[in-house]
C-alpha cells in the first residue's frame, strides 16, 4: 500500500515557503479551487473568510484538490453547472511544475470524479468524506480522535459552523451507494493524508502543538500502524531536502510510533534501522540532539529486532576502534531503561556486555583506544550537571573491562590515570567510583591498594587542607572534591566485594571517617559520606553473616553521623541528608556491638531536634521558592519522618524490652511538651506510630511490665486538650494503642486483631523497607477490622478513655501519671496548665486513697501553683489537694510546714485547700499543734543536709507560723474555735519555746538580713497569741492586754509568767466562756514532761482560782492535790507558782476579812512623800483587790477610789501612772455589783482619764487608756469593741471627736462636771493635757454652745481663744484647721453671750 504524497514544495520558486503550514495550505487550496471553477460570488465570502486578508490566490496544488471540493461541497448556492468545472479541475494538470501524482492521488481524483458525475446527476447528493468544522489551532479537548463513532460524529458535524475542516469516518446512507472496497479505500486515503498533513505541520509546530501532533500520530499507529510507518517512510523517501531540524521531529515522532507498535514487519525493521544507522554518526547544527534522535529509533527498534541490534551493538565495539558517541548512547540508554527490554532480552543484554567487556580487555593496552576512552570519560558535557546514558555506560563498561582484565599491573595503571583526572563535577566522581568499584569486584586487593596510594598522594593532601588565600583557582577546582570521590569509591568497593566484605568493613569505615572529619566540610563532602555509607550499610545487609560479626567503627561513625545532623541547617529541608542519615543509624542499630546508652541517648536527641526542630512546612517551602529546581517539601519531609519513625522501631526491635521503650519515650517526652505546636505534633505523630508499631508487631515480652507507662499516659492525656486538633485527635488515638498494649502486657495475652499481609509490615532485615510506616492504619482502626473488645477504646472521648485506661495502671505508674501532671502545672502554655490540673484532679479523685509518697507530690504542686495564672487550673490543683487530704493529712502537713517559713501566698493557699473540707481542718489543726509540740533546741549550723533534730524544729516554727496565718482562713475559722484551748496552752508554751530560743542560739553571719527578711520566731509565737485573742472572739481578753501593754511581758522570759498571769486574769475578769475548757486541758498539760507545759498551765491555774467556774470541773480538793504535786515539781519555779495558789483565798476565805483589815493603813500611805513607796502602796493595793477576787474591798471600795483619783492629775509621773492602774483594778472588782456612791466616783474621773490620754509620759497614757477602758466597760457603753479600737490604735482628731461622742452620750446628765473638769485643765502646765481639753471643750462648744456660754467664765473664754490661737500653729493640718473654725465659733458665742 502506498503512502503520503511526493512534495510538500511550492511549485513556483519565487512563491512564499508554507509557514503556518496547516491553515495557509488549506487556504491557498480553498481559494485557488474556488477561483479556478468560477464559484459564484455569493459562496466567495464564506471561502475567503478563512483567508488572511494580505494573501492572494497566486498557485494551487492539484493533490490539494480533493481537500478544497470537500471546503465548497456542501454550499448552497453552488450552482450544479458548475460540476464539470469541478470534474475537470480534479482530473487535469494545471501546473507544470506540479510531479505526476502517486497511485493514492490517482485513486483520489478518480473517487472525487466519480461523485462529481454523481452529484451533476443528484444535486443533492452528500459528499464522500464528511466533515466537522473547528477552530483554526486543533487543541487535544477540542479535536476529537479519527477513531471516534461515525454516528456520533456525523451528529455533530451537522451543528459546526468553523472554517477548519477535519474529515472524519461516516455512516451516511450515500456510503451505502458507493463499493464497498472504495469505502474501504477512501477510509485509509483519508487516514493517510492527515498524517501526510501533520508530518508536514511538525517542523513549524510550537512545543505544545508538537506534543499534541505526536500523539495523533501515536493514536494513529496503534489502529493503522502499516499506514503511519509506510507514511513515515515515504515522507523521508520523497523529501530529501527537508531540514534537520525537521527530520529531527520525524525521529521523535517515528520513535513514539515504533514504541507504540506491538508487532513490525521485518522490512519495516530493516528500512527503520537503515535509517538510524546512517543519521546516528551524522554531523548536523543540532549537534548531538540529533543523534540521539537517531539512536532513540534505534533504541525503539530493540523491542523488535533484538538479535540484529544487538549484533550491530557487538560489532561497533569489537572493531578495535574506538566507537562512536552515538553507539554509546544506544548501550547507554539500554542499560539505564529497564523497560525498554524484557526479562529474556535483559539477561540476554548482560551477557552480551559481559561478553563485550571480556573482548575488550586487549584494546586496555592500545594506546589510542585507552586514550579515546579516557578522554570521552573526561570530556565536559554542556551543563556538567546533567546524566548522560552515554558517559554512564562507558564508567560502568570500563569497569567491567578491568574487572576482566587478568594482569593486576593493568588494572592499577589504568585505575591511577582515571583517578587523576578532573573530580570537579558530581557525574565524574560518581561514575569514577561506579569504574573503581566494578574493578574491586575481582581486583579487591589493587583497588585498595591504589585507593590507599591515591589518597596519600599530594593533591589529596592538600585538598584535605582549606583554599589558599588567593582563591580556588582551575586547578583548585579539579582536585577540591577528591576526598569525595575516594568516599564514593570506598562505597561501590563495598558494594561490589559481596559475600567478602565483612573482613574490609573496618577498615572502609575508618578511612571514611578520616576523610569526613579531615576534608574542607562542605554539601558535596555530606552527600558522598552518606551515598558511600548507604551503599556500605546494604553491602553489610546482603551478607548473612553480618550480625554475628562485631565491628570496631561503629560508634566512631555514628559520632560522625551526630556531627552530620548537628550541622544540618535548623530552618531549611532541602536535601536527602537527614533520611539518609537516619537510614544509616537503622542500619547501624542492628549491628555489633550496641550502642552504649550514653551514646544511642545523644543520637537520639540529635536525631529528633533535628527533625522536630524544622519550622512549619510552609516555612520550608517558601525557604525553597528561589531555587531552580525547589525540592518536594512535603514528599522530603514525610521521607524524613519515615526514616525517624524506622530508626525508632529499629531500636525497639533489636532490644525489645520495656526498659528500652521507656529510654524511647524518655527522649519523645521533651517534645511532646514543646511550647511550638508544630513540634508537639510531629512528637506525638512519631510516638503514636511507635505503639502502633508495638501493638501490631508484639515483639515486646507479655510477660514483662511496661515501665513508667504512667508518664506516656499523662503525657498523652494533656495533648488530647490541645488546641491543636491534628494533636487531639493523634493523642487520642495514641491512648488506644497504649491502652491496648497495656492490657496485653497485664494479661499476657495478644489481641485477635486482622492479620497483617507481609508488604504492610515488612521485615527489618530488608533494605530500605520500612518496619511500620506512619501511612499504614494513619487513621483509627475501623471497629469491624478489630475483633478484641478493647477497640472500643478508640470510639470514646479523651476523658473517659483515660479513666478506662487509668483503671488498669499499678499504683507505681498512677504516680507517675501523677507527677506528669504536676510538671504540666509548671508549663507557659496556659492549655497545657489547664489540660494538666484537670488531670491531676481526675487522677486523684480515682486513685487518690491508694497513693503513695504524697508529700513530695505536695511539694510538687507548691513548687509550680505559683506560676500558674489560670484561675480553674489553680483551683482544680487546690481541688486535689483537697481530694489527698482525706486520706494523707499528716503526710502533706508535715509536706506543707517544709515551705511554711516564711508562708507565702501559694503555699496559704495550699492550707486552706487542705482544710477546704471540715473534719480534714479539724485534723490539721492537731497536726499542727503535733508539730507545734516538737520543740527540740537547734543545733549548730552545718553546710550538709539537716539532721531529723533540725528538721523537727524548723518544722515546729513553721507549724506555729502557718497557725499565725490559717487562723484568718475561712475554712479553719471553725476549727479554730473549737480548738481554741489546745491553741492557747500550746501558743503560751510555744512563747515559752521561743523565748529560750533567743538564750541559746548564737548570732549567725547574715542574721540581721535574715531577721529583715522574715519575722524572728518570738514574734510570730505572740503574734500567733494574739490572733488567736482576737479571731475567736475573745477580743476583750485581746483588749485587756493590748491596753495595759501586757504583751511586752511575753518578749522576755524573766517577765513571761507575769504576762501568762494577766491573760489568765483578763479572762476570769471577763467571764471567759472557754475557761471550762481550757481547764480540761490545763489538767493534761500539768502531767506534761515538758516543763515549759506545766509552766504555762500553773500559771494560768493559779489565776482561773479567781474564777467562779473552776469548782465545776475541778473541785477544791482536786485543785489542792495538783497544786500540791506542783510543790514537788523539778522545776523551782513551778514550785513557787504552786505554793502561790495554795495561798489562795479560793483554800483560806478567813484570808477576805485580813486583806481587807490591811486596806486602810494602805490608803494612809499614799500621802507619804517617797515616790517608791507610794507606788509600791498602790500596787499593793492593787494586788490586795486581786487577790480578794470576786468578793472585792466590800465597802472601802469608794474610799479607794477617792483617794486613787486625787492622785490623777500629781506631777510625779509613777504616782499618776500607779493611781490610774489601782483604780481600773478597783472598777474591776465592782463588775456586777452595785456602785452606789462609787459611780459618781467613775463619772467624775472620765474626763481626767480622757485628757490624759495624751499625757507626756507614755505609762500615764497606757494606764489611762486602761482605766478608762474599764470605767467604759462598767458603765455600759456601746460599741465596746470600737472603743477599744479607737483607744488602742486611732490617732488624731476623729479619734478625740468619738471618745468625746461616747462621754457626752453615756453621761450627758454629768455634763456641767465634765465641762468644769475640762475648763480647769485649761491652767495645766503640760501644753499636751491643755490642748486636748481645748480641743473637748471645743467640741462641746459646737454641740452644746448655749450651756458652754451660760457656763464658761470671761477668763477661760480668753483662756480659750489664746489656746486656739496656739492651736493655729500646730504642726497638725487638722488641728490647725479644727483651731480655726473653733475661734470664729467661740466669738459668735462671746458676742451672743455679750448681747
Not at 816 to 824: F, K, P
Not at 957 to 978: D, S
Not at 1172 to 1189: E, K, N
Request: aromatic share 8%; proline share 5%.
Amino acid at each position: 500500500m502506498a503512502g503520503g504524497t511526493s512534495s510538500a514544495m511550492p511549485r513556483n520558486p519565487r512563491a512564499v515557503a508554507p509557514c503556518s503550514l496547516s491553515l495557509r495550505w488549506e487556504r491557498e487550496a480553498v481559494l485557488a479551487l474556488a477561483v479556478a471553477v468560477g464559484a459564484p460570488r455569493s459562496a466567495l465570502p464564506g471561502v475567503m473568510s478563512v483567508l488572511p486578508r494580505d494573501l492572494t490566490p497566486d498557485t494551487w496544488a492539484v493533490r490539494d484538490v480533493s481537500h478544497a471540493v470537500l471546503k465548497i461541497w456542501g454550499h448552497p448556492d453552488l450552482d450544479p453547472r458548475l460540476l464539470p468545472g469541478l470534474s475537470q479541475a480534479v482530473s487535469g494538470r494545471l501546473d507544470p511544475w506540479e510531479p505526476p501524482p502517486s497511485l493514492i492521488q490517482t485513486q483520489r481524483l478518480s473517487i472525487l470524479r466519480f461523485h462529481l458525475e454523481h452529484k451533476r446527476a443528484q444535486p443533492s447528493l452528500q459528499p464522500p468524506f464528511p466533515f466537522r468544522i473547528s477552530s483554526h489551532v486543533p487543541r487535544p479537548s477540542k479535536e476529537s480522535s479519527c477513531r471516534k463513532s461515525p454516528k456520533d460524529s456525523a451528529g455533530r458535524d451537522r451543528q459546526s459552523q468553523h472554517t477548519t475542516i477535519l474529515l472524519c469516518k461516516s455512516r451516511s446512507s450515500q456510503a451505502a451507494l458507493m463499493p464497498k472496497e472504495h469505502k474501504m479505500f477512501m477510509e485509509e486515503a483519508y487516514n493517510a493524508a492527515i498524517c501526510f498533513k501533520m508530518l508536514r505541520d511538525i517542523d513549524s509546530s510550537d512545543p505544545l502543538h508538537l506534543k499534541y501532533i505526536i500523539k495523533k500520530i501515536k493514536d494513529m499507529a496503534q489502529v493503522s500502524p502499516y499506514l503511519v510507518m509506510e507514511t513515515i517512510h515515504d515522507y523521508f523517501a520523497d523529501n530529501p531536502e527537508i531540514s534537520n531540524r525537521h527530520k529531527f521531529r520525524l525521529f521523535q515522532v517515528l520513535k513514539n510510533v515504533i514504541g507504540a507498535s506491538d508487532v513490525m514487519e521485518d522490512i519495516w525493521k530493516r528500512r527503520f534501522m537503515q535509517l538510524a544507522l546512517e543519521n546516528m554518526t551524522k554531523s548536523t547544527e543540532l549537534e548531538d540532539m540529533y543523534q540521539n534522535a537517531a539512536s532513540d529509533v534505534l533504541v525503539a527498534l530493540c523491542r523488535h529486532s533484538w538479535p540484529e541490534v544487538a549484533q550491530h551493538l557487538e560489532t561497533e565495539f569489537l572493531t578495535g576502534v574506538f566507537p562512536h558517541r552515538s553507539v554509546l548512547y544506544v548501550m547507554g540508554t539500554l542499560s539505564s531503561h529497564e523497560e525498554l527490554l524484557n526479562r529474556e532480552d535483559r539477561a540476554r543484554w548482560e551477557n552480551l556486555l559481559a561478553q563485550v567487556a571480556a573482548k575488550s580487555v586487549p584494546f586496555l593496552n592500545t594506546d589510542m583506544w585507552s586514550r579515546e576512552l579516557l578522554s570521552a570519560l573526561t570530556t565536559p558535557s554542556r551543563t556538567q550537571q546533567e546524566e548522560l546514558p552515554e558517559k554512564t555506560f562507558l564508567f560502568t563498561f570500563y569497569g567491567m573491562v578491568l574487572q576482566a582484565e587478568e594482569e593486576s599491573t593493568t588494572v592499577r595503571a589504568h585505575l591511577q590515570s582515571l583517578l587523576e583526572t578532573s573530580h570537579q563535577w558530581s557525574k565524574q566522581r560518581e561514575g569514577i567510583a561506579l569504574t573503581v568499584g566494578l574493578a574491586a569486584s575481582r581486583h579487591l586487593n589493587d583497588v585498595w591498594a591504589i585507593l590507599d596510594q591515591f589518597g596519600r598522594s599530594g593533591p589529596i593532601k592538600w585538598s584535605l587542607h582549606s583554599f589558599s588565600l588567593k582563591g580556588p583557582t582551575s586547578e583548585d577546582l579539579r582536585w577540591k572534591w577528591a576526598s569525595s570521590t575516594i568516599l564514593l569509591a570506598y562505597g561501590q568497593v563495598a558494594a561490589s566485594a559481596k559475600a567478602h566484605i565483612l573482613p574490609w568493613v573496618d577498615n572502609i569505615l575508618s578511612r571514611m571517617i578520616f576523610y569526613f572529619r579531615y576534608s574542607s566540610w562542605d554539601e558535596t563532602l555530606k552527600q558522598s559520606f552518606l551515598t558511600a555509607n548507604l551503599m556500605l550499610m546494604g553491602a553489610i545487609s546482603r551478607n548473612e553473616g553480618a550480625h554475628s560479626y562485631e565491628f570496631s567503627q561503629i560508634s566512631e561513625l555514628l559520632e560522625c553521623l551526630m556531627v552530620l545532623m548537628e550541622k544540618e541547617p535548623r530552618d531549611a529541608l532541602c536535601t536527602q541528608s537527614r533520611p539518609q542519615a537516619l537510614h544509616i543509624i537503622s542500619s547501624l542499630c542492628k549491628l555489633r556491638p550496641p550502642m552504649d546508652t550514653n551514646r544511642k541517648s545523644r543520637l537520639l536527641s540529635t536525631c529528633l531536634r533535628s527533625v522536630f526542630a524544622l519550622p512549619l512546612l510552609d516555612a520550608l517551602e517558601k525557604h525553597t521558592c528561589l531555587f531552580l529546581e525547589p525540592p518536594n517539601i512535603q514528599t522530603l519531609y514525610r521521607q524524613t519522618t519515615e526514616a525517624l519513625d524506622r530508626m525508632l522501631q529499629s531500636f525497639i526491635t533489636q532490644s525489645p524490652t520495656a526498659e528500652e521503650l521507656y529510654f524511647l519515650l524518655s527522649h519523645l517526652y521533651v517534645w511532646l511538651a514543646s511550647e511550638k505546636a508544630h513540634e508537639r505534633q510531629r512528637a506525638v505523630h512519631t510516638c503514636v506510630t511507635l505503639l502502633k508499631f508495638l501493638n501490631h508487631k508484639r515483639c515486646l515480652d507479655p510477660k514483662e511490665g511496661l515501665k513508667r507507662i504512667g508518664q506516656l499516659v499523662g503525657m498523652l492525656g494533656i495533648l488530647c486538650q490541645d488546641p491543636d486538633r491534628a494533636i487531639q485527635r493523634s493523642s487520642l488515638e495514641g491512648v488506644g494503642h497504649l491502652y491496648q498494649l497495656l492490657i496485653r502486657q497485664k494479661a499476657g495475652e495478644t489481641f485477635q486483631v486482622e492479620s497483617l499481609t507481609s508488604k504492610e509490615f515488612s521485615q527489618p532485615g530488608a533494605e530500605g523497607a520500612p518496619l511500620w510506616s506512619s501511612e499504614q492504619k494513619a487513621t483509627s482502626p475501623d471497629p469491624q477490622e478489630l475483633a478484641s473488645p478493647t477497640d472500643s477504646i478508640f470510639h470514646l472521648e479523651s476523658s473517659q478513655a483515660l479513666k478506662e485506661i487509668m483503671r488498669h495502671l499499678l499504683m507505681a505508674e498512677v504516680t507517675d501519671l501523677i507527677w506528669t501532671a504536676i510538671s504540666g502545672l509548671g508549663s507557659s502554655s496556659p492549655f497545657r496548665v489547664q489540660a494538666a490540673a484537670e488531670l491531676l484532679l481526675a487522677v486523684i479523685h480515682q486513685h487518690g486513697a491508694k497513693l503513695e509518697t504524697v508529700a513530695n507530690m505536695g511539694r510538687g504542686i507548691h513548687l509550680r501553683l505559683c506560676s500558674v495564672r489560670i484561675p480553674q487550673a489553680k483551683d482544680n490543683a487546690l481541688s486535689a489537694i483537697t481530694l489527698l487530704a482525706r486520706n494523707h493529712t499528716p503526710e502533706l502537713v508535715a509536706a506543707f510546714l517544709d515551705f511554711s517559713m516564711p508562708l507565702d501566698s501559694c503555699a496559704f493557699r495550699l492550707w486552706r485547700a487542705l482544710g477546704a473540707e471540715q473534719p480534714v481542718s479539724r485534723l490539721v489543726l492537731a497536726m499542727l499543734l503535733a508539730w507545734l509540740q516538737e520543740r527540740p533546741l537547734p543545733t549548730r549550723a552545718s553546710n550538709s543536709n539537716p539532721s531529723p533534730k533540725e528538721k523537727n524544729y524548723l518544722r515546729s516554727l513553721a507549724a506555729m507560723n502557718t497557725l499565725l496565718e490559717l487562723q484568718f482562713a475561712r475554712e479553719f475559722k471553725k476549727a479554730v474555735r473549737e480548738a481554741y484551748p489546745q491553741l492557747l496552752l500550746a501558743l503560751l508554751t510555744q512563747v515559752h519555746y521561743t523565748l529560750e530560743l533567743n538564750l541559746v542560739t548564737e548570732p549567725q553571719r547574715g542574721q540581721q538580713a535574715q531577721e529583715a527578711a522574715m519575722p524572728s520566731p518570738q514574734s510570730t509565737s505572740l503574734e500567733a497569741l494574739k490572733s488567736l485573742l482576737s479571731t475567736t472572739g475573745h477580743w476583750h481578753d485581746f483588749a485587756h492586754l493590748e491596753l495595759q501593754g501586757a504583751w511586752e511581758h511575753f518578749t522576755s522570759i524573766s517577765t513571761y509568767a507575769q504576762g501568762v498571769g494577766l491573760l489568765a486574769r483578763a479572762m476570769v475578769q471577763n467571764h471567759c466562756r472557754q475557761i471550762k475548757a481550757v481547764l480540761s486541758w490545763l489538767l493534761r498539760r500539768m502531767q506534761s514532761h515538758e516543763e515549759r507545759e506545766r509552766k504555762a498551765a500553773v500559771l494560768v491555774l493559779t489565776e482561773f482560782l479567781y474564777s467562779p467556774v473552776l469548782l465545776e470541773v475541778l473541785p477544791k480538793q482536786s485543785a489542792l492535790t495538783l497544786l500540791a504535786q506542783g510543790l514537788r515539781d523539778e522545776s523551782p519555779d513551778i514550785r513557787v507558782w504552786s505554793l502561790q495558789g495554795l495561798g489562795n483565798i479560793l483554800f483560806h476565805p478567813e484570808k477576805e476579812r485580813l486583806l481587807r483589815g490591811q486596806l486602810p493603813p494602805f490608803l494612809n500611805g499614799f500621802f507619804q512623800n517617797s515616790e517608791p513607796v507610794v507606788v509600791d502602796i498602790m500596787g499593793t493595793v492593787s494586788d490586795v483587790l486581786h487577790r480578794l477576787g470576786t468578793r472585792g474591798a466590800g465597802a472601802q471600795s469608794l474610799s479607794v477610789a477617792i483617794n486613787a483619783r486625787s492622785f490623777f492629775d500629781d506631777e510625779r509621773d509613777r504616782i499618776r501612772a500607779a493611781a490610774m492602774a489601782l483604780f481600773g483594778d478597783l472598777v474591776a472588782t465592782m463588775e456586777g455589783k452595785e456602785l452606789s456612791g462609787l459611780r459618781t466616783q467613775v463619772y467624775q474621773s472620765m474626763v481626767p482619764l480622757l485628757l490624759h490620754l495624751k499625757d507626756k509620759c507614755p505609762k500615764v497614757a497606757m494606764q489611762a487608756k486602761f482605766a478608762f477602758y474599764r470605767c467604759a466597760l462598767l458603765l455600759g457603753w456601746r460599741p465596746r469593741h470600737t472603743l477599744f479600737c479607737t483607744l488602742a490604735w486611732e490617732q488624731g482628731l476623729s479619734a478625740r471627736h468619738f471618745l468625746w461622742t461616747c462621754l457626752m452620750r453615756a453621761s450627758f446628765e454629768e455634763f456641767s462636771i465634765h465641762l468644769a473638769q475640762a475648763l480647769s485643765y485649761l491652767h495645766s502646765h503640760h501644753q499636751h493635757m491643755k490642748t486636748w481639753a481645748a480641743l473637748f471643750i471645743g467640741y462641746t462648744i459646737c454641740y452644746h454652745p448655749q450651756a458652754v456660754s451660760r457656763m464658761v467664765s470671761e477668763v477661760d473664754t480668753n483662756l480659750l481663744f489664746c489656746t486656739f490661737e496656739d492651736l493655729k500653729k500646730d504642726p497638725e493640718p487638722g488641728v490647725r484647721e479644727f483651731a480655726t473654725r473653733q475661734l470664729s465659733f467661740l466669738r459668735e458665742v462671746s458676742e451672743g453671750r455679750q448681747q
